[in-house]
């Protein structure tokens, strides 16, 4: 028979998995949720995103671990 508290800390760290994922996806999310708007799914819109988010994507690849 296992104590009450170990059900308590299972749980704790199958929520702290569940959030440290939804953590990572938000701005995925986000963006897709961004996209389904006709006012923002433009290929204008597309590529000022992709213009400003590669100057941080060049930064991070610089980056020396």
């Not at 959030?19 to 708007?37: D, Q």
């Amino acid at each position: 028979m296992r104590p009450a508290h170990t059900e308590d800390i299972e749980s704790e760290s199958r929520l702290s998995a569940a959030a440290r994922f939804l953590f990572g996806v938000r701005p995925l999310i986000g963006l897709i949720v961004l996209w389904l708007n006709s006012d923002f799914a433009t290929v204008d819109n597309a590529m000022n995103v992709l213009t400003r988010t590669s100057f941080i994507g060049i930064i991070a690849v610089g980056r020396p671990s």
